[in-house]
């Protein structure tokens, strides 16, 4: 991704974070990390991200997603005897998330995946986070999620974070590399 | 503390968390938990919460503070082998907080503690959280934070919360009773 490309969608994600009323710092906004997993496809399989803290014990985010983007489906598999992987809890502080993981599959789900990507989503069961609204989602397991509508600002709170080691359903996303 | 005095801070607490744009939801609201530290002077020491989540591993909170208000001097000390005292990031979401914590004595603190708390006050390295701003505590470190003229939102991320292990200055503090 080129540079320009970058700054204007780290623009983009900045007015979300207003119509959100989150206040970043001047650095946190230069350097908003701007993830599309290597399909050069942002708007549609993408996150905007901001780490306000990630050490051995837990870690705190925000993610900033435009309208109808989607995390890629991925699971964070055990780290070692101590750590079985990174557990994670989802809160919505604007706009809408279509979150997606293990259990019966949602009859009529509200996320709508491109044709292209389709094979590489394999867990329905869907749950609605609208603002204030969280969920905790246990360890190594499937999940993925899509944006409403206007876009969304979500908060994740989490033990530590190794993005390295996570495990995506498509085997041609590489998590890294991050524009930044 | 009276239920109906409970209620009136619950109220307040939450035209505050409004100022701040965070939307809780109906039961986090009737929830807010109400720590007056066990001396009965709520206004002066003390602190509203929500906790948003609260595992073996990680914890996230909204704290709400009336103006001038205090959260007294304590630390949070080693729990066994594995677990070397709760670390915890606390990130100004609205308002002003002032930190204080161990290290060179600030000259002039923007915090005022009346005369009858001041021999309970003993770290005075002021840090000044302005919303987007934030700090990090290690474990078991003195600390203790204001509220400014308006009151503030301060999210405090961290390990796992036993807050009955808490270590304060004052002996006469008891984090238990909660109001809820």
Redesign the interface.
């Known amino acids: 991704m080129k540079l320009s490309e970058v700054q204007k969608i780290r623009k983009r994600a900045l007015a979300l974070l207003k119509k ?6 001047k650095g ?1 906004a230069k350097t908003i990390e701007v993830a599309d997993f290597g399909l050069s496809d942002f708007r549609t399989i993408g996150l905007g991200l901001i780490t ?2 990630n ?1 051995e ?4 985010k925000e993610l900033i997603m435009f309208p109808r983007q989607t995390c890629p489906e991925h699971r964070h598999p055990p780290m070692d005897e ?1 750590n079985n992987g990174k ?1 994670e ?1 989802f ?1 919505c ?2 706009g809408r998330v279509y979150l997606y993981t293990e259990g019966p599959a949602t009859a009529r789900p509200r996320a709508k995946v491109p044709k292209q990507y389709q094979q590489f989503f394999s867990v329905w069961k869907e749950i609605v986070l609208k ?4 969920h ?1 989602l246990p360890p190594n397991t499937l999940h993925w999620f899509q944006a409403g509508e206007e876009g969304a600002v979500v ?1 994740e ?3 530590a974070s190794h993005d390295e080691t996570d495990f995506f359903t498509d085997p041609s996303i590489n998590r890294l590399p991050i524009y930044e």
Chains 1, 2 share one sequence.
């Open positions: 959100a009323r989150i206040t970043v710092t946190e306000y803290e050490n014990r837990y870690c705190a101590r557990q809890t809160r502080r604007w603002p204030g609204d969280q905790t908060s709170f989490s033990s």
